[in-house]
Antibody, heavy 126, light 111 residues
């Protein structure tokens, strides 16, 4: 049973960098073809895909956030991480990490998010 | 990439059926069979209910079903139960530069 757990500061100051880590247990993060993603949800609002990383290290970001986002993986710790720079109040949200199902043969793409962390609220405020 | 369009709310009595639509474009829903649906209860993480348009993960009741026609995907809940109340989101793969676009969310109320 795959389990994911987010961790990181719950309060970040405006203009600073938000950093979160997702710890994966019950399976290897470097298992072939897995995608790992970050999704956020502002209070009372809808889900938004932030970005994903392939098990081999390739990264894919939401175009609207691309200039501020970095996702990386640490296979030795079975973790992957999110960094979002120059945050504003609009980045206040619950941040979720999740695994995405790989699909396709010649070209593998990420599909459904089938395992989720519980989420962590990050507030941007001075 | 714009969010997929869902009705803000749907409701039904216990035992009835409700259907939630999810309208995208030929760049997302219309081009790929990678539509998924999520149930979210207050304060909880989303839960995968349907993937690849119409497949159910193990443990999801068979009263949940999914389909797609053109640029619109649908989730049907048959035999509505009290525990089905919550928010539902669709999601679609949308190509090389937008791996996932979510819907605007639908609140399901059991009367």
């Amino acid at each position: 049973q795959l389990q994911l757990q987010e961790s990181g500061p719950g309060l970040v100051k405006p203009s600073e960098t938000l950093s979160l880590t997702c710890s994966v247990s019950g399976g290897s993060i470097s298992y072939s073809s897995n995608f790992w993603g970050w999704v956020r949800q502002p209070p009372g609002k809808d889900l938004e895909w932030i970005g994903s990383i392939y098990y081999g290290g390739s990264t894919y970001y939401n175009p609207s956030l691309k200039s501020r986002v970095t996702i990386s993986v640490d296979t030795s710790k079975n973790q992957f991480s999110l960094r979002l720079s120059s945050v504003t109040a609009a980045d206040t949200a619950v941040y979720y990490c999740a695994r995405q199902q790989p699909r396709g043969a010649l070209v593998v793409v990420p599909a459904a998010f089938d395992s989720w962390g519980q989420g962590t609220l990050v507030t941007v405020s001075s | 990439q714009s969010a997929l369009t869902q009705p803000r709310s749907v409701s039904g009595s216990p035992g009835q059926s409700v259907t939630i639509s999810c309208t995208g474009t030929s760049s997302d829903v219309g081009s790929y069979n990678y539509v998924s649906w999520y149930q979210q209860h207050p304060g909880k993480a989303p839960k995968l209910m349907i993937y690849d348009v119409s497949k159910r993960p193990s443990g999801v009741p068979d009263r949940f079903s999914g389909s797609k026609s053109g640029n619109t995907a649908s989730l049907t809940i048959s035999g509505l139960q009290a525990e089905d109340e919550g928010d539902y989101y669709c999601c679609s793969y949308a190509g090389t530069y937008t791996f996932a676009v979510f819907g605007t969310g639908t609140r399901v109320t059991v009367l």
